[in-house]
Structure formats: structure tokens, C-alpha cells
């Protein structure tokens, strides 16, 4: 489930150590400032897999097996969504065998998974084109949310053929055709409207969004969504996130002041 350069997962050490001043900003974050919405640009897949002389597919096994255990520590942190971004409309570009590798792990994923993230209170959504996606994709999609759609702990949003761009184009599309229908008035058209026309209709826009592999941007992910959001960028490879790097993105979020705009505490009106 990759993004740019080999995105998708996030390997975490069970009992990786923890210092001590990670672990006090850690405890401080979560007391704190807790984001409500964490979205995560998984990437670094491939060249973990190549570090170690491993085929690429290698690194997004990995990726599977990190997404479970980011999931855990979403549930762990009291995090209420958790968007991750599996495929994005782009990575239909990679040769041939990756991609039906992939599409290989996800529907693995889904058939091994589902169970468990419904029993533990895990609700699914997906966002992104399903259209001209295969019939065994889009059902394996439509099972996991109809599945676990009354669930609450959690909302894993999955974010699969999608791009931010894109999204945008398709509400425009959808708002301009209401437009013709004379169903809406252009001058009706305002960001909350808009906003109600994407993919993420009553998801919240992202608190914080962290990118893993060092590489400090965003690569067409919730490019509408993301526009107040804390960005945290951390040097680990995917395979290499854990609950240190977890934690440290919390604790970073906690210490910044979150303006939408306006002045800080400390600045003069």
C-alpha cells in the first residue's frame, strides 16, 4: 500500500525503549493536546526493503503488518480517526507486478482483518475513485465499510486510488451540475459547501499529519483537508515508525499553538 517513493505501513517494535523525556512529552501531549484526527503519509517502504537486499514486496508486507499496530496505537491514545494513505491515484504508474502485489496484500488484509477491527470497535471508510476500479476490489472496499459502519471507537479512513486534487475536481464537478439542475445558486457556493461535497463528508479535517522517510511534503493527500493541520515529518522509514516516533508526534503537536489564521497568544492584537 504505497504513496510516493514506497509508502504503506508502519513497522512498530513492541517494546522499542523509550527515553525518558520522550516518554514525559509523551504523558504531557496525551494530557494535554490530543488530536482528534490523525491522517499518515506512509512512505519508505521500498528502501527499507532494499537496505536489507529484499524485493520490494518485502517492505509493503511490512507495511501490513505496521498498520495493524498503528491501529493499536491510535486506540491506545484515544485518537477518534486515524486516515491512512494506502494508494494513492498516482501509484497506478509502478510496474505491473507491484500493483496486483498490492492489491494481492489488501484484499489479504481485508479477509484476515475485518474480524478483528469489527470486534474492536474499528468503523472503515473509504475515500478516493471507485470507479474503474476491478469488481474484487470494490467489493472487498464496500464489505469493510458495510461491515463495521455502526462502530465508534475508531475511524479508520483509508484513502485508496486517491488523490487531493482530484477529490477537489470531482466536488466541483458535483456542485456544478446541482448548479445546471438549478438545485444551487453559484453564489451558494462556499467553503462549508464544498467541504460537504468531498469524500470526507462528516469526517474532521486532520489535526496533525505526519510523513515518515524525511521527505517534507504532502503528494496530493487531503490537500483541501490539511489546510490548518500541524505537520509533523519524521526521518524513520515506515517499516522503522514506532511508539517512540508516535509519541514524539504527539508530544510535537502538544507544544504548538494552533493559530487558523489568526494571532498567537502572545502577540499583540
Known amino acids: 500500500m504505497p504513496v510516493d517513493t514506497g509508502a504503506s505501513a508502519l513497522a512498530v517494535a513492541h517494546d522499542a525503549p523509550i527515553g525518558e523525556a520522550t ?26 526493503a ?12 511490512q507495511g501490513v503488518e505496521a498498520v495493524r499496530r498503528c491501529v493499536r496505537l491510535a486506540i491506545e491514545s484515544g485518537i477518534e480517526f486515524l486516515t491512512i494513505y494506502s494508494f494513492s491515484a498516482e501509484n497506478w504508474s509502478r510496474p505491473h507486478q507491484e500493483v496486483s502485489d498490492l492489491m494481492g496484500l489488501l484484499k489479504r488484509f481485508v479477509r484476515s482483518d475485518l474480524a478483528r477491527l469489527h470486534e474492536a470497535g474499528v468503523r472503515i ?19 469493510a465499510e458495510e461491515r463495521t459502519r455502526d462502530n465508534a471507537r475508531l475511524t479508520l479512513v483509508v484513502a485508496f486510488n486517491y488523490g487531493g486534487r482530484q477529490e477537489i475536481a470531482r466536488a466541483a464537478r458535483r456542485l456544478a451540475e446541482r448548479v445546471l439542475a438549478g438545485e444551487l445558486a453559484p453564489q451558494d457556493i462556499t467553503p462549508e459547501r464544498m467541504a460537504q461535497a468531498l469524500d470526507t463528508i462528516g469526517i474532521p479535517d486532520p489535526d496533525l499529519v505526519i510523513r515518515t522517510s524525511g521527505e517534507q511534503r504532502v503528494s496530493n493527500f487531503l490537500t483541501w483537508q490539511s489546510a490548518y493541520a500541524e505537520l509533523v515529518f519524521t526521518p524513520e522509514l515506515w517499516p522503522d515508525f514506532d511508539r517512540s516516533v508516535f509519541d514524539a508526534a ?20
Open 23 to 48: 516518554r514525559g512529552d509523551a504523558d504531557a501531549a496525551r494530557a494535554c493536546a490530543r488530536p482528534r484526527h490523525i491522517a499518515v503519509i506512509m512512505d519508505g517502504n521500498g528502501r527499507w
Open 50 to 61: 532494499a537496505r536489507r537486499g529484499l524485493p520490494r514486496i518485502e517492505g509493503h508486507r
Open 125 to 143: 471508510r473509504i475515500i478516493g475513485e471507485r470507479e474503474g476500479l476491478s469488481d474484487d476490489i470494490r467489493s472487498v472496499l464496500d464489505e
Open 250 to 269: 504527539l508530544a510535537e503537536y502538544a507544544r504548538r499553538e494552533r493559530r487558523f489564521g489568526g494571532l498567537g497568544s502572545g502577540e499583540a492584537s
